[in-house]
């Protein structure tokens, strides 16, 4: 026998005896798996073509638990509030385990250095951009916004995603990480934002794909990191102020553990920063402008508190940001309308849900997006409808039952005041100082991604200039 032909079909058979091993019920109450044919890809060619609407349609046909074999993992999602209220409340289940391979996969943090530090940093985050010391961040903020809307021009013609990206990147990341650490200056900043933009756009199939299938994405994330290794080496050489003036970054340096890996750290902290909080701006305004009842509402809030909008460079501060509290509705609106199509935890321990048993070593999903469409929660949940917020009891800060976008309990995302508030004075100062007009509809949301807040699926131009 041809030695070519032998070799393909001792493949061809071990191919066959995994495809019988992974996709043979672990126990009759497993719930229904969805396994595609093909061993270890599975379903994952179907799942990854669309999957926010694979999601509905797998509910729609299997009950509200099913099971995903894709990428060699089984994806067990849930989708009514007994397997919701067990997702956040159960022991049975693991979120440091669930997020682990994907950090080592997109920032090359290993597992033991990320176990060790991952609830120090975790606290250390949380603590540092807390609700009460935003105080601290808030007039910097507000500079830094009116520097880099100043560069707009008085008028002008822009998409929007990069309108707000152009205003928004430079402020937080010298927010963050210090004044002029890393490039913000037009010229240096094209290269760097190419590279982010590339890690930003494929991080997540980065994060379940062999590298070697990710040739491009691996090349900006080596720039990216090679980049940090130049920030944290200033940082370090820089004297360390008082607890109050340091940055989050000098935070992260002070409490990492294995400081050869802080530029990976800071990679990681530019990505949690930006990936959501600029979406989460686009979808904001985009609303807003959309609906001019809105936009009529606001303007008069805004002059309310500001006087005639557009005369001077104005000073936002946390309690004017109070009383403009429908834009926080819009905010939180849109958030609710473009959340994350999964978030994951590793279950540890046979987990019963209903009639189901889900074994060990399944990632447990659940959709917030689907979530939030949930009637009994949020009634015509299609509609973009800010004043249903109304019914939240935001002075002691609780959102709306049903609403799960930041997570729950002891990991919900450490930096969602911090980012609600950049959004928060970004809308203001632009709503304040331009008129704007759409000149496109507004997007539909992508449906090809799980992780972080939907990105819209098409441009969307603004037409602006200054007030009179």
């Avoid at 033991?112 to 949380?126: A, Q």
Wanted: proline share 6%; aromatic share 12%.
């Amino acid at each position: 026998m041809d030695i070519a032909l032998a070799i393909l079909l001792t493949l061809l058979l071990g191919l066959l005896m995994a495809k019988l091993a992974l996709f043979q019920p672990r126990n009759r109450n497993s719930p229904p798996c969805i396994s595609g044919w093909i061993p270890w890809f599975g379903a994952a060619f179907q799942f990854g073509k669309a999957p926010l609407e694979f999601i509905e349609q797998a509910r729609v046909k299997y009950g509200p638990v099913f099971t995903v074999f894709a990428l060699g993992n089984r994806f067990t999602f849930v989708t009514e509030e007994e397997g919701i209220e067990a997702f956040f409340t159960s022991k049975d289940l693991d979120f440091e385990q669930a997020v682990q391979p994907t950090i080592q996969r997109t920032t090359s943090i290993p597992a033991d250095i990320f176990y060790r530090n991952h609830t120090r940093l975790y606290l250390t985050i949380k603590g540092k951009v807390s609700l009460s010391r935003l105080y601290l961040f808030a007039g910097t903020l507000c500079k830094e916004l009116h520097e880099h809307m100043d560069h707009l021009g008085t008028s002008g013609t822009e998409n929007l995603s990069d309108l707000i990206r152009s205003v928004m990147y430079p402020a937080t990341i010298n927010i963050l990480f210090g004044k002029g650490v890393c490039p913000t200056n037009k010229s240096d900043m094209k290269e760097f934002e190419g590279h982010f933009q590339k890690y930003d756009e494929d991080f997540e199939y980065a994060s379940q794909m062999p590298a070697y299938f990710m040739s491009n994405w691996s090349k900006s994330k080596k720039w990216l990191l090679k980049m940090f290794e130049n920030v944290v080496s200033d940082a370090e050489r820089v004297s360390r102020p008082e607890s109050d003036s340091k940055t989050v970054l000098q935070h992260l340096l002070d409490n990492v553990h294995g400081k050869h890996l802080a530029p990976n750290y800071a990679l990681l902290l530019l990505w949690a920063s930006q990936a959501n909080a600029m979406p989460v701006a686009f979808w904001t305004l985009a609303f807003i402008l959309s609906h001019p009842s809105i936009y009529k509402n606001i303007m008069e809030d805004i002059v309310s508190v500001f006087g005639k909008a557009g005369k001077e460079n104005i000073e936002v501060s946390e309690d004017d940001l109070k009383k403009l509290l429908l834009i926080k509705w819009c905010i939180l609106e849109a958030i609710r309308l473009r959340s994350p199509g999964a978030i994951t935890k590793k279950v540890v321990n046979p987990l019963k849900i209903q009639t189901f048993t889900i074994p060990a070593g399944d990632m447990l999903m659940v959709s917030p997006y689907w979530a939030h469409r949930n009637t009994k929660y949020f009634p015509d949940p299609e509609t973009f409808k800010p004043d249903r917020w109304k019914e939240a009891n935001l002075e002691k800060n609780a959102f709306l039952d049903g609403f799960m976008a930041f997570g729950r309990g002891k990991h919900q995302c450490p930096g969602r005041w911090l980012a609600v508030m950049e959004v928060h004075m970004l809308v203001v100062l632009l709503l304040y100082k331009y008129e704007l007009i759409l000149l496109d509809p507004v997007p539909k949301e992508s449906p090809l991604h799980l992780v972080g807040t939907q990105q819209p699926m098409g441009a969307c131009r603004v037409q602006y200039k200054p007030r009179q």
